[in-house]
């Protein structure tokens, strides 16, 4: 029997793989000049670690992007499904956003005091997201240390719940996974010396007995969690799991903490806003001021008033929350016009709308070559699992990635002028993005299936 991954014969997937890649460096002769003479001032020859994860030959450079389009140094124009992995979700360099930042850089980059647009960002927030009392930061990572440093400050205990194989930044309390049903630090954790478990645990998404019987030893501040999993095979809540979170939390006395930086792409308000979730803490980041790096969190006043009683009483030191370049003047000049003037109902809608049409055509194409792979979408974000599906948990969806198929099919899209996330099969719809530019990602997949699964067509 012939050894196959993901339905493909493997001596078919690489002899594409070899066929994308060789197509790829020979048609970016610049940029692999570029990267010989300039890489090697970098560690690994990357600015940073992760770019390295891309599987194509050698990186693109590229020169500009503007929309949904990115052009490299070597000419090729490519339409952005990536979009910095959402941090770009709304487009490139929104014309509000590029007209706030170009108005501020005249006013001062930094000063650490807060300015007019400080208190429009405040309100926006709360008329976005929700009554939530709200904090700046430059990263999702920073909201979440801090939400969790709250979320404990006020229940006085020590642990965090999250998901297996979840994914809230480079923050080391989220950096378990479940081995044989038991919580250990992840595999691969660069120097890391201490045991997380002692201040995390872990459960199956989708799991409500689970979450029980970890809540029911009471020492969970938190049960942190996205409410759809990302940055993996994208996995959707069952049925009722939102609501029974949210009544285990509230019974055992945790807080539940909603990170919304991946899915903010639900529609306007985010997933808890479209799908009326009730945390007692929520965070977002990314693309919340349209690319300028910045994340907010914020807590219900319920949550702040038991803060502000911890915070009366506790030993003056450093708090070990903030960061000095967080809440600057350029983050609150992009807050506002991102919130009032791009994060709108009209472009929300032309997103959703996009993101239909390209996840029917990568539906479609599946099963027009019986490829065994699934198509998930949440709002303008869509994936294509090369598994069947759906799925229901983190070790399901880490089983279902592939990764010899999807490098090889990121550089072949690559090399037909499209760009998709390169950790796994995400892709976006901005409000930039035309159904010209979906239906050519359409075909292009279907191109590529087709040499992937030969004489399957019908």
Not at 17 to 30: H, Q, T
Not at 429 to 444: C, F, G, N
Request: glycine share 10%; proline share 5%; hydrophobic share 45%.
């Amino acid at each position: 029997m012939t050894d196959t991954i993901a339905g493909i014969p493997r001596p078919l997937l690489t002899a594409i793989a070899g066929r994308e890649a060789e197509r790829y460096a020979a048609s970016r002769p610049k940029a692999a000049k570029a990267l010989e003479q300039g890489s090697g001032h970098w560690l690994g020859g990357v600015p940073m670690h992760w770019m390295a994860d891309w599987p194509m030959p050698h990186l693109p450079l590229v020169a500009k992007a503007q929309g949904a389009k990115l052009t490299d140094i070597d000419g090729h124009r490519i339409d952005d499904f990536c979009l910095g992995d959402t941090g770009s979700m709304f487009g490139h360099s929104p014309a509000p956003v590029a007209k706030a930042i170009k108005a501020q850089a005249g006013r001062g980059l930094t000063y650490m005091l807060p300015t007019e647009a400080a208190m429009e960002a405040g309100r926006l927030l709360t008329e976005r997201f929700g009554a939530f009392r709200w904090q700046i930061a430059t990263t999702a990572t920073d909201a979440n240390r801090f939400s969790l440093r709250v979320a404990r400050a006020v229940t006085g205990r020590p642990k965090v719940l999250v998901f297996n194989g979840c994914y809230h930044g480079t923050l080391d309390d989220t950096m378990v996974e479940l081995a044989n049903g038991t919580p250990v630090n992840r595999a691969g954790l660069v120097g890391q010396v201490q045991d997380l478990t002692r201040a995390a645990t872990v459960a199956e998404f989708n799991d409500l007995a689970g979450v029980e019987a970890l809540l029911q030893k009471g020492d969970v501040a938190a049960i942190l969690t996205e409410p759809v999993m990302t940055n993996s095979c994208m996995v959707l809540p069952a049925e009722g799991f939102h609501a029974g979170l949210r009544d285990l939390a509230t019974k055992y006395g945790a807080l539940l903490i909603i990170d919304e930086t991946h899915t903010i792409s639900s529609g306007l308000g985010g997933y808890t806003a479209r799908h009326s979730l009730d945390p007692d803490m929520f965070v977002i980041g990314k693309c919340v001021a349209g690319g300028m790096p910045t994340a907010v969190w914020g807590m219900r006043q319920q949550v702040a008033d038991r803060f502000a009683a911890y915070n009366s009483t506790r030993e003056s030191g450093h708090s070990g929350m903030g960061t000095t370049l967080s809440a600057n003047p350029m983050q609150f000049a992009c807050l506002t016009a991102t919130l009032r003037d791009v994060m709108t109902p009209e472009n929300y809608a032309h997103m959703e709308a996009g993101a239909e049409r390209l996840s029917s055509g990568l539906a479609a194409a599946i099963a027009k070559h019986h490829a065994p792979w699934h198509v998930v979408r949440v709002g303008a974000r869509v994936e294509f699992i090369c598994a069947p599906g759906p799925l229901r948990n983190g070790t399901e969806a880490h089983a279902a990635h592939q990764p010899e198929v999807e490098a090889a099919v990121h550089t072949a899209l690559l090399n037909r002028g499209c760009l998709i996330a390169p950790f796994h099969n995400m892709m976006l719809v901005s409000p930039a993005t035309t159904d010209r530019q979906i239906d050519r990602l359409i075909a292009a997949f279907d191109a590529i299936l087709a040499d992937l699964f030969p004489g399957t067509a019908q």
